[in-house]
């Protein structure tokens, strides 16, 4: 008889919570999950993303759901929450104007409406990430042998040998472009 043991875990509901490196995350995180929460209740759609381009706001928001994000303050720019700068003041106002009411989001009335929403500006394509490098390195660095060439003395003593005991059975190997001594003599008796 086999026995499956099974362990069990006791979660702690106050673990649960996400755990941020710091307040500025913290906060950030929050007005986050804030927008996507307001979201979902004014859509009724439980799977709703906030988006924090302008690009994909209008497509996946404006246009899906229709739905508009009105009160965004002219200087904090409409992006991502970690590109804006500023440290926290400018997402605990964004978060201030979301309590008070002024930052909502609002159906919108008709199509006309949400075309004249599309963005004017061209959306930013993604650069391929080696650009300015070269995609193959411009020359091998692996040229010659790893070590230095190294001839032992034994080695060379047995190859001087065998060169002095060739060239007393076949002659003298000429150098490349040494012309031999009397060559028509040569060829002549061979002929013979």
Not at 42 to 67: F, I, Q, S
Not at 133 to 138: D, Y
């Amino acid at each position: 008889m086999v026995q499956h043991l099974v362990l069990v875990c006791l979660i702690d509901s106050a673990r649960r919570k996400p755990r941020y490196s710091s307040l500025l995350s913290e906060s950030r995180g929050h007005l986050r999950s804030v927008l996507t929460n307001g979201l979902r209740e004014a859509t009724g759609v439980p799977e709703a993303r906030m988006r924090y381009n302008e690009h994909d706001l209008w497509k996946h928001v404006v246009c899906r759901y229709g739905y508009k994000l009105v009160g965004w303050p002219a200087h904090i720019p409409f992006a991502n929450l970690s590109a804006v700068k500023g440290g926290r003041r400018p997402l605990e106002e964004l978060l201030q104007l979301w309590n008070t009411g002024r930052l909502t989001f609002v159906r919108v009335a008709s199509r006309s409406e949400i075309d004249a929403l599309k963005p004017r500006t061209t959306r930013k394509r993604a650069s391929r990430r080696d650009l300015g490098t070269h995609r193959k390195p411009r020359c091998c660095g692996h040229r010659g042998a790893i070590t230095p060439l190294a001839i032992l003395p034994e080695v060379d003593m047995r190859v001087d040998a065998e060169m002095k005991a060739f060239e007393r059975e076949h002659g003298r190997r000429l150098a490349e472009g040494e012309l031999a001594d009397g060559p028509i003599e040569l060829f002549e008796d061979e002929l013979s």
